[in-house]
């Protein structure tokens, strides 16, 4: 699980890939990566593969 964080409101979600915008201010690609839970770069699931 990793933590990312609105760079324009300060806002935070959690999940296992970076949303695709914020889910407070609703702006795209602005959720930058906090944490994670430590293995390899890039998210394991779906979202990204296509
Ligand atoms: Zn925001």
Redesign the pocket.
């Given at each position: 699980m990793a933590i990312f964080k609105?760079e324009?409101?300060?806002?935070t979600k959690e999940g296992h890939c970076k949303p695709k915008e914020?889910p407070?201010?609703g702006?795209t690609d602005?959720m930058k990566k906090q944490e994670d839970s430590g293995s390899g770069s890039g998210c394991g699931c779906s979202c990204k593969s296509k």
């Open positions: 609105c324009s409101c300060g806002a914020c407070k201010c702006k602005i």
